[in-house]
Nanobody, 122 residues
Framework: QEKLVESGGGLVQPGGSLRLSCTAS????????IGWFRQAPGKEREGVSC????????HYSNSVKGRFTISRDNATNTAYLQMNSLKPEDTAVYYC???????????????WGQGTQVTVSS
């Protein structure tokens, strides 16, 4: 059974850092692009970052560019999102997802994790 599990969320002060992990099982992880999305209360789910499977190219939304770093370790079926200089507006549930190609549309992704809460507050 295909499964994605996120971890690493929590409460952090503004300016702090967190590293989210996304561990896959039940499918060939390295065949898929990885996307990180987030959804704040009352808002639509938005793409944050994605990484390809072919050349490892990475993409970031303007709101996180320069602060977040996406990476993947195909040997351990794990993707990461390193989040630095966190702001209160980064507060959301963060989801990882896998798909054939990188992109910002949720419909492009086939498998989703259950999400992990990130709260940035003093």
């Amino acid at each position: 059974q295909e499964k994605l599990v996120e971890s690493g969320g929590g409460l952090v002060q503004p300016g702090g850092s967190l590293r989210l992990s996304c561990t896959a099982s039940g499918f060939t992880f390295d065949y898929y692009a990885i996307g990180w999305f987030r959804q704040a209360p009352g808002k639509e789910r938005e793409g944050v970052s994605c990484i390809s499977t072919s050349d490892g190219s990475t993409h970031y939304s303007n709101s996180v560019k320069g602060r977040f770093t996406i990476s993947r370790d195909n040997a351990t079926n794990t993707a990461y999102l390193q989040m630095n200089s966190l702001k209160p507006e980064d507060t959301a549930v963060y989801y990882c997802a896998t798909g054939s190609l990188t992109g910002w549309a949720t419909a492009q992704y086939d498998y989703w994790g259950q999400g992990t809460q990130v709260t940035v507050s003093s």
